[in-house]
Nanobody
Framework: QVQLVESGGGLVEPGGSLRLSCAASGRTASSYAMGWFRQAPGKEREFVAGITWSGASTYYADSVTGRFSMSRANAKNTVYLQMSSLKPEDTAVYYC???????????????WGQGTQVTVSS
């Protein structure tokens, strides 16, 4: 079992930055690929970023490429999502996920956090 807890969400103005964190607990947490997804009201959950268990490779949705950066610190069992140049359309609940292999579909992940709200508004 892996438990995931997100933090770092909040209200930010357009063009601003936020860093989300996801703390994982469980003996084998560092061996999982990790993903960030987001879900806006009335919309389906969508892939944002993914990272392999080693952190050697990262993957991003086209909508966030060049603005978001995902990383992990396995010694701390924590993954991060650095978000810059935020836009109102980035407003959503952001979820951290863990799975055997990274993927772009929610069904490919086995564990989920409770989510953290990110609101981009002036």
């Amino acid at each position: 079992q892996v438990q995931l807890v997100e933090s770092g969400g909040g209200l930010v103005e357009p063009g601003g930055s936020l860093r989300l964190s996801c703390a994982a607990s469980g003996r084998t947490a560092s061996s999982y690929a990790m993903g960030w997804f987001r879900q806006a009201p009335g919309k389906e959950r969508e892939f944002v970023a993914g990272i392999t268990w080693s952190g050697a490779s990262t993957y991003y949705a086209d909508s966030v490429t060049g603005r978001f950066s995902m990383s992990r610190a396995n010694a701390k069992n924590t993954v991060y999502l650095q978000m810059s140049s935020l836009k109102p359309e980035d407003t959503a609940v952001y979820y951290c996920s863990a799975g055997t292999n990274w993927g772009t579909h929610p069904d490919e992940y086995d564990y989920w956090g409770q989510g953290t709200q990110v609101t981009v508004s002036s």
